[in-house]
């Protein structure tokens, strides 16, 4: 007994400690950054103009959509760079989010801080004599996350998920499932919180072979949302290739259909 008794000790002693290692280490977890900044030049995307919360691509004139985008959490500003071309290329204006922490951009991630940069740079594109009418959230994996909480300021006239969660706290109890870690996940970025009741257009995109976000976290958050909505699943879709296998045609005709 006293044998069993220890292993018994052994196994809860390093649970805590795993559990509170994940708890203290939890956003190193969730934000990934890249280890370097790219300019717009060396993406050769000229036209982009650096702001202090992100990148923006005027539209060709004011009867254009604008496109809020908001990427990943293993991305940065630049890292959708040839999305942001195929919108210019159509008179779209752009305006791509930086998050605190991550190149180019100083502060502590957290998702407090990144929706506060989200509401400036909003407020940036506003200033830039936008009409609030042609504004369109685009988010992508975390920044799906991050455009639901804008929603809960200021609603967009057109919202895209593509490879969203239902919660950022839900993903976390996917992860660690022998751990409380929904209880304790400090950035929850609960979009279907912050959708819930709302009324904003919203085009879901997801892969069905997406090893990051399963399609389940974003059937969920789909169902749930009372709004009017739409969808399209990419049969082999992985997690990052959507907007090239099919996403881009969808997304257009969204825009077309909803702001023309």
Excluded: C
């Amino acid at each position: 007994m006293t044998f069993l008794r220890n292993i018994a000790i052994i196994f809860v002693v390093i649970y805590l400690i795993i559990l509170g290692l994940l708890y203290v280490f939890q956003r190193k977890v969730l934000y990934i950054p890249p280890p370097i900044y790219l300019t717009p030049a060396a993406v050769e995307l000229p036209e982009a103009i650096e702001t202090p919360q992100g990148w923006w691509i005027a539209p060709s004139d004011d009867t254009k959509p604008v496109i809020m985008f908001f990427h990943g959490n293993g991305s940065a500003v630049f890292s959708n760079h040839d999305i942001y071309r195929d919108f210019a290329a159509r008179g779209y204006g752009v305006y791509a989010q930086g998050y605190p922490g991550y190149p180019g951009y100083d502060g502590k991630t957290t998702q407090v801080s990144v929706v506060e940069a989200a509401r400036e740079g909003y407020s940036y594109v506003r200033g830039q004599g936008v009409d609030e009418r042609r504004i369109v959230y685009y988010g992508t994996s975390l920044g799906t996350g991050v455009a639901a909480q804008l929603t809960t300021y200021q609603k967009p006239a057109l919202l895209i998920m593509e490879a969203p969660f239902n919660s950022a706290a839900d993903m976390a109890q996917m992860r660690f499932p022998i751990f409380p870690a929904r209880a304790l996940t400090k950035d929850k970025f609960d979009s279907a919180a912050a959708l819930s009741g709302g009324d904003v257009p919203m085009l879901w995109l997801h892969g069905t072979q997406d090893g990051v976000i399963p399609m389940a976290q974003g059937q969920r958050l789909y169902d749930g949302y009372s709004g009017e909505k739409s969808q399209l699943i990419i049969p082999g879709g992985q997690h990052t290739n959507l907007w090239a296998k099919g996403g881009r045609e969808r997304i257009y005709k969204m825009i077309s259909d909803h702001l023309n």
